[in-house]
């Protein structure tokens, strides 16, 4: 079997989405792109181990195709064997118009029209290309959280794709707030008490949600659309700290935004041409509603930020998304606005001060007040 080649641009658009080539790739204008060569897929292979299936160091077609499949796969909704959560109280519920437009919803028990619960939102990561909502079911945080009095959420969201940029995924975690608000009167949620976390991908998210004006339409004729995308507090672990790339050389450095940025950072992470320039006032306008780091303004809720990785030398794509100056960005920046904001990333130095909410859990629950929440850890641990 041949290794990819550039001539073939269903299978480019396939890998793309596996995160092997740029998503500039994707574009048939781009399918001769110099990138998409031999060469070019050893050198991603090194970040990208996983895809040479027989473990030879030689990535074919036929791997490629796998790999790309099964990242586009949808994961099953029933539980996984390390599932430690319940089974949801609703399953695979349409949030919207798109295929991986569902959530499921897990209702807090005694939750009732007298007594709404508050409602906390996971938002799976996977580098918008990959990961699904049943991930949260490997996480205890579920269980606490119906202990506590507070009913839960995980939601898909579209993938990055010519036709599902990222403005256009972020809106579809924002439909999915608006819709379990809309749902309120039915699940019986405190539409005032609604939390939103994750990791990475879902970190960044939760962190746009919190910051950026409310999306709400009044006079929209979808009535979803007609609800708050406003947060009361988010929680983000190893976010980004904005999706507006041309800050990320500031943020990183040229070079590593050049050796590690590379299938986001194109204009088509825009649903742009890939020969348009990021200073074209489509793109800057674009930019600048994915920029989280310009969105924070002083009404904005309490965020809790984290990363765990060391501050060192960025030698992959794993230190470069994930790196805790992402965290430092975001937590310089709510400090000079005003918002509330707890950090922790032993990297950096910075943990939650004695008395406040020591993880993430604790936050969650100070912020929504649960009926039954537990005590506030007073450690500074992560």
Not at 124 to 129: C, K, L, S, V
Not at 162 to 168: S, T
Not at 181 to 191: F, I, Y
């Amino acid at each position: 079997m041949p290794l990819l080649s550039a001539k073939n641009p269903h299978l480019i658009a396939l890998v793309a989405v596996a995160g092997l080539v740029s998503l500039a790739s994707v574009a048939p204008a781009r399918a001769q792109d110099p990138r998409a060569t031999p060469e070019r897929l050893q050198a991603l292979l090194r970040l990208y181990p996983a895809a040479d299936a027989n473990h030879d160091g030689v990535l074919t077609e036929e791997k490629a195709l796998a790999y790309a499949a099964k990242a586009r796969a949808p994961r099953s909704s029933s539980a996984s064997p390390t599932a430690i959560a319940p089974a949801p109280t609703r399953t695979d519920i349409a949030y919207g118009p798109a295929p991986r437009n569902v959530l499921d919803f897990w209702s807090a028990p005694g939750a009732s029209p007298e007594h709404p619960a508050p409602l906390v939102i996971y938002i799976h990561g996977g580098g918008f290309i990959g990961g699904d909502k049943s991930k949260v079911r490997e996480d205890k945080l579920v269980q606490q959280c119906l202990d506590a009095g507070v009913s839960f959420a995980a939601i898909n969201y579209r993938y990055l794709a010519p036709d599902a940029p990222i403005q256009d995924v972020l809106r579809d975690c924002a439909r999915a707030v608006q819709f379990l608000r809309s749902k309120s009167a039915d699940w019986h949620l405190d539409k005032t008490r609604v939390a939103s976390y994750g990791g990475s991908a879902g970190a960044g998210t939760s962190l746009w949600l919190a910051f950026h004006d409310d999306l709400a339409d009044p006079k929209n004729a979808d009535p979803v659309l007609r609800e708050s995308t406003r947060l009361i507090c988010a929680g983000a672990s190893s976010p980004q700290a904005t999706y507006d790339w041309v800050r990320w050389t500031d943020l990183l450095g040229a070079e590593n935004v050049k050796q590690f940025g590379r299938r986001y950072d194109t204009p088509v992470f825009y649903g742009l041409n890939p020969d348009e320039s990021f200073q074209s006032s489509a793109a800057k306008k674009i930019r600048a509603d994915c920029d989280m780091l310009a969105l924070i303004s002083k009404d904005d809720p309490p965020v809790f930020i984290s990363s765990s990785l060391p501050d060192l030398a960025l030698t992959n794509s794993n230190q470069f998304l994930h790196h805790p100056r992402h965290v430092r960005a975001l937590y310089d920046r709510a400090r000079e606005i005003g918002i509330s904001v707890t950090a922790s990333s032993p990297a950096l130095g910075l943990k939650p001060p004695a008395g406040s909410p020591a993880t993430l859990r604790d936050f969650l629950f100070i912020q929504l007040g649960g009926k039954k929440s537990p005590p506030v850890a007073t450690t500074n641990a992560p």
